[in-house]
């Protein structure tokens, strides 16, 4: 419901700061829009693309400047810091606010890649939203968070509390709640992108677009990889062949990358997931393969979409994986082992339950290094680009 602005750019500035340390990305992208740019791995993609490769970057995102008694959203902050640090680099950075799945915000990211970029080289579509309006029909979707064919009983946690305790979920209405999730988070709107895009003559010659999904460890499949949002995850996938037909003839590549699990809004509000994301990040802080969106987004360009000889490596589904820190088979033993052993006393202990409540305030701009939270702060920042 809040957010603090200079949280917000000290957040960004250490994500610059380590895309920088990394070097530059050789033959990195040089024009790069990113559908969903405002947080998450959107934001850290579009820091990545800018700070690592010096590229041009558009922005699309759907969030809400400050008013009269009321904060703006963090991702806007995110936005405005991000220009900001790109403007002072002497870099390109534009955003455009608004809903990415009407036509209307398609048309318009358009007119500003033709005006300003003439084309683009990296389409990167990172888009969360629990709703849709379908720009053709205007048909409202609604997706949900459901396992299918049974109800799925497991540990949770509370993770302002620390309380852990079993939670059941009931199982899908197949017949209304899987083509609305897959309606909202499928991969309808980025091939309805793509399409639009190339109509218009915007994407360059090797074009590639990458967007993103999840897997996760088996004891996450009944609510996640096997409920409502896998189904619409296998959508998304399955979106990938229909978009190298699509690019072909300007020798494009389509790709969906399988990230790590990490505190985001959205894996928040995911039962089982809190509590399964503090134990990993115990075990992997441990192994010192801990990664945030930043360095799961620094790894992807530098050592996936953009290798030395040009080749991406995919696994045998055609699927970039930088998730495999995460999925190594020690340190899925060692989470597998804590959580059978997991109670609300020794959560503190065994988990990295203070971790993940950090990294949940950092995404609101609080408990941030270096901030005086006691000093007042301008709420009233502005996204350079976007006309108030």
């Given at each position: 419901?809040?957010?603090?602005?200079?949280?917000?750019?000290?957040?960004?500035?250490?994500?610059?700061?380590?895309?920088?340390?990394?070097?530059?990305?050789?033959?990195?992208?040089?024009?790069?829009?990113?559908?969903?740019?405002?947080?998450?791995?959107?934001?850290?993609?579009?820091?990545?693309?800018?700070?690592?490769?010096?590229?041009?970057?558009?922005?699309?995102?759907?969030?809400?400047?400050?008013?009269?008694?009321?904060?703006?959203?963090?991702?806007?902050?995110?936005?405005?810091?991000?220009?900001?640090?790109?403007?002072?680099?002497?870099?390109?950075?534009?955003?455009?606010?608004?809903?990415?799945?009407?036509?209307?915000?398609?048309?318009?990211?358009?007119?500003?890649?033709?005006?300003?970029?003439?084309?683009?080289?990296?389409?990167?579509?990172?888009?969360?939203?629990?709703?849709r309006t379908h720009?053709?029909?205007?048909?409202?979707?609604?997706?949900?968070?459901?396992?299918?064919?049974?109800?799925?009983?497991?540990?949770?946690?509370?993770?302002?509390?620390?309380?852990?305790?079993?939670?059941?979920?009931?199982?899908?209405?197949?017949?209304?709640?899987?083509?609305?999730?897959?309606?909202?988070?499928?991969?309808?709107?980025?091939?309805?992108?793509?399409?639009?895009?190339?109509?218009?003559?915007?994407?360059?010659?090797?074009?590639?677009?990458?967007?993103?999904?999840?897997?996760?460890?088996e004891l996450t499949?009944?609510?996640?990889?096997?409920?409502?949002?896998?189904?619409?995850?296998?959508?998304?996938?399955?979106?990938?062949?229909?978009?190298?037909?699509?690019?072909?003839?300007?020798?494009?590549?389509?790709?969906?990358s399988v990230n790590?699990?990490?505190?985001?809004?959205?894996?928040?509000?995911?039962?089982?997931?809190?509590?399964?994301?503090?134990?990993?990040?115990?075990?992997?802080?441990?192994?010192?393969?801990?990664?945030?969106?930043?360095?799961?987004?620094?790894?992807?360009?530098?050592?996936?979409?953009?290798?030395?000889?040009?080749?991406?490596?995919?696994?045998?589904?055609?699927?970039?994986?930088?998730?495999?820190?995460?999925?190594?088979?020690?340190?899925?033993?060692?989470?597998?082992?804590?959580?059978?052993?997991?109670?609300?006393?020794?959560?503190?202990?065994?988990?990295?339950?203070?971790?993940?409540?950090?990294?949940?305030?950092?995404?609101?701009?609080?408990?941030?290094?270096?901030?005086?939270?006691?000093?007042?702060?301008?709420?009233?920042?502005?996204?350079?680009?976007?006309?108030?």
């Open positions: 419901m809040t957010a603090h602005p200079d949280g917000a750019l000290q957040s960004v500035k250490n994500q610059i700061e380590y895309v920088k340390s990394k070097g530059a990305i050789k033959n990195g992208p040089k024009k790069v829009l990113v559908i969903g740019a405002s947080t998450g791995f959107g934001l850290s993609s579009r820091i990545t693309a800018a700070f690592g490769s010096d590229a041009a970057t558009v922005g699309v995102f759907f969030e809400k400047p400050a008013s009269e008694g009321k904060m703006g959203t963090a991702g806007w902050y995110n936005s405005a810091a991000f220009e900001k640090e790109a403007t002072a680099a002497g870099l390109y950075a534009k955003s455009i606010n608004g809903d990415a799945f009407s036509d209307e915000v398609k048309k318009q990211t358009i007119e500003l890649i033709k005006k300003d970029l003439g084309q683009v080289d990296l389409v990167v579509y990172s888009l969360a939203s629990p709703r720009p053709k029909t205007g048909v409202a979707y609604a997706s949900v968070l459901k396992p299918i064919g049974q109800s799925f009983t497991n540990k949770t946690v509370d993770f302002h509390t620390g309380v852990v305790s079993d939670i059941t979920i009931p199982p899908t209405d197949n017949e209304v709640d899987i083509p609305n999730t897959v309606a909202v988070m499928g991969g309808e709107d980025w091939k309805f992108w793509m399409e639009d895009l190339k109509a218009a003559g915007v994407l360059a010659e090797g074009i590639q677009t990458v967007a993103y999904s999840y897997i996760g460890p499949f009944p609510i996640y990889r096997n409920g409502t949002i896998g189904q619409a995850k296998n959508d998304l996938e399955a979106t990938v062949t229909v978009l190298n037909d699509l690019l072909k003839d300007l020798n494009g590549k389509s790709y969906v790590k699990a990490l505190v985001t809004q959205s894996s928040s509000a995911i039962p089982v997931v809190p509590l399964y994301i503090s134990l990993l990040y115990k075990v992997m802080k441990a192994k010192g393969t801990h990664e945030g969106t930043i360095e799961q987004m620094q790894r992807l360009f530098a050592e996936r979409l953009y290798t030395e000889d040009g080749n991406v490596p995919l696994d045998s589904a055609g699927r970039i994986r930088v998730d495999d820190l995460e999925m190594a088979e020690d340190v899925q033993a060692e989470v597998d082992q804590l959580w059978k052993e997991t109670t609300t006393e020794n959560l503190s202990e065994i988990s990295d339950i203070e971790g993940y409540r950090k990294e949940f305030f950092n995404l609101f701009g609080f408990e941030v290094d270096g901030i005086d939270y006691e000093k007042d702060a301008n709420e009233n920042v502005q996204v350079p680009s976007i006309e108030s």
